[in-house]
């Protein structure tokens, strides 16, 4: 069956834009989370929805990130003014349900660059 | 609060001879344990994981780690070194906090597999 998407696979941007990185998960999964990995680390946990709301955002690093899951499903990681900080690859992951032991299934991940 | 170490960021074997890859956790309760393996330009996959029920537990691609409580460790083992097996690996600690999975990844171990 399909796994995780995400799109796009690479994103370059200026400094200062704005970006949206798009997440689809597993159909039926009802957990989603965002990751970001930076070089040579470990993937850092940013939001984690069930459903349509976001359980847990303390990973989000300031206001400039947002992320929605309007239906349930399809999610997107908003990233406003963006700085070269934010350059990363993130990545997104879905799980059948909520508890300790489900597996995440990841997505390839979307490499964004800031120029 | 919880953490996963992973005390070697590179390890080096040669083709045929064991694999070990440490990580030790900390966690205020108890939780699930998880092995991912990402090669390069590709999403991470899961290896393997611990649950609370046996504590040995056994992947994919022969490898298997074993869940000490009393050292607070799950290392990850293979008996026999396998160039498709240089990758970078990483360590999770899984718990539910305030009613929701919380996920913290190591921040990885590099692989290498001499010919």
Not at chain 1, 65 to 94: H, M, N, W
Not at chain 2, 58 to 86: C, Q, R, V, W, Y
Request: charged residues 15%; contains cysteine.
């Amino acid at each position: 069956g399909a796994g995780v998407s995400q799109t796009p696979s690479n994103k370059v941007t200026e400094k200062g834009k704005y970006v949206e990185l798009r997440c689809d998960p597993i159909s039926g999964h009802t957990a989603l989370y965002w990751y970001r990995q930076s070089l040579g680390q470990g993937p850092e946990f940013l939001i984690y929805f069930q459903g349509t709301g976001a359980a847990d955002d303390s990973g989000l690093p300031n206001d400039r990130f947002f992320a929605v899951r309007p239906e349930g499903s399809v999610s997107t990681l908003k990233i406003q003014r963006t700085e070269r900080g934010d350059s990363a690859v993130y990545l997104c992951a879905s799980s059948k349900g909520q508890g300790a032991w489900e597996t995440q299934y990841f997505g390839p991940g979307t490499r964004l660059l800031v120029l | 609060a919880q953490s996963v170490t992973q005390l070697d960021s590179h390890v080096s074997v040669s083709e045929g001879t064991p694999v070990l890859l440490r990580c030790n956790y900390s966690s205020s309760y108890s939780p699930s344990l998880f092995w991912y393996v990402q090669h390069p330009n590709k999403g991470l996959q899961l290896l393997l994981k611990y649950t609370s029920a046996a504590t040995l537990v056994k992947g994919i691609n022969g490898f298997e780690a074993e869940f000490k409580k009393s050292e607070t460790s799950f290392h990850l083992t293979k008996p026999s070194a396998h160039m498709s097996d240089a990758a970078e690996y990483f360590c999770v600690v899984s718990t539910i906090s305030g009613g929701y999975q919380k996920v913290t990844f190591g921040t990885g171990t590099k692989l290498q597999v001499i010919p």
